[in-house]
C-alpha cells in the first residue's frame, strides 16, 4: 500500500515522539529511498536489508543511539517489498505512482 507519494509525506512520518529523535539527514535518506528508490550508503542499505550486525558496525554514534527506532519505522512505513534483504533493497525504485 503507498502511503505518501511525496517527499514532505514521508518526512511527516517521522513527527511523532517514537522518531523524533532520529536525525534530520536519516529522516530524508529513507524517505527519498522509499519515495524515488534512491540507494542509502552501507548503514542504511544494512538497515533496510535487516542486516543489523552489519548495521550496527556501520552506524555513526547518533544513529546506533535510535538503531532501535529506525527498524521500527522500516517496519511500520517502509512496504515489505522494499525491506528484509539486500535483494529487496536492490531492486526497490520506489513507491512514487507510475504515470
Not at 5 to 24: E, S, V
Not at 38 to 56: E, H, K, N
Request: overall charge neutral; aromatic content about 10%.
Amino acid at each position: 500500500m503507498i502511503r505518501h507519494t511525496t517527499l514532505d509525506g514521508w518526512l511527516d512520518t517521522f513527527n511523532c515522539p517514537n522518531f523524533g529523535d532520529i536525525n534530520y539527514t536519516m529522516r530524508e535518506a529513507l524517505s527519498l529511498y522509499a519515495l524515488h528508490g534512491v540507494q542509502l550508503g552501507g548503514f542504511g542499505r544494512a538497515l533496510i536489508a535487516g542486516d543489523l550486525a552489519s548495521a550496527s558496525v556501520r552506524a555513526d554514534l547518533e544513529n546506533t543511539a535510535v538503531l532501535p527506532k529506525l527498524v521500527q519505522w522500516c517496519q511500520v512505513y517502509l512496504p515489505p517489498e522494499a525491506r528484509g534483504s539486500y535483494d529487496a533493497v536492490n531492486n526497490w525504485k520506489g513507491c512514487r505512482p507510475r504515470l
